[in-house]
């Protein structure tokens, strides 16, 4: 993750090939023709659509666009490509949905001391600061 904020074109050329190979793992067992034909049907045409569209366009402009703007238009296709990601894994795994929900309570619980330092450490920055200003222009 740390590579997300210094390089996002590596971290989305890696995320990317991890995303072709969860795919091909789904493939292998499920059997590929039995996963294409899921993929390609009529309902999951459009999260097909989306998906390897998002993985192309995060390819695309990982190797063609640089600098700022190639880093803002990096982490938005990666964002799209991780939000189609988890659409396919609620939509494609039995039990999906829950659990997702699971996953993502055990994360919360867990991250929560976290915010909760940072949001006092923040309070406490943004206390500091005040009392400075308010001294020195006095």
């Known amino acids: 993750v740390p590579m997300l ?3 996002p074109q590596k971290f989305a050329l ?10 091909a793992s789904f493939g292998i067992l499920k059997g590929p023709y039995e996963h294409l034909v899921g993929m390609f049907a009529a309902e999951r045409m459009l999260f097909t ?11 695309y402009l990982t190797c063609t666009k640089g600098g700022l703007k190639g880093y803002a238009l990096v ?3 990666s964002g799209i490509q991780l939000v189609a990601l ?5 939509s494609f795994l039995p039990g999906g949905t829950m659990g997702l929900s699971v996953v993502f309570r055990a994360i919360c619980t867990m991250l929560q001391p ?3 330092a940072c949001f006092r450490l923040q309070g406490m ?3 500091a600061c005040y009392g400075y ?5 006095s």
């Open 75 to 77: 982490l938005i296709a």
């Open 114 to 116: 976290v915010f909760s």
């Open 125 to 127: 920055c943004m206390t």
């Open 14 to 23: 890696s995320f990317t090939c991890g995303s072709l190979t969860f795919m």
């Open 133 to 137: 200003f308010t001294r020195s222009s």
């Open 49 to 59: 659509t989306i998906y390897l569209g998002s993985m192309f366009c995060t390819l």
């Open 5 to 7: 904020a210094l390089k």
């Open 86 to 90: 988890l659409w396919y894994l609620v």
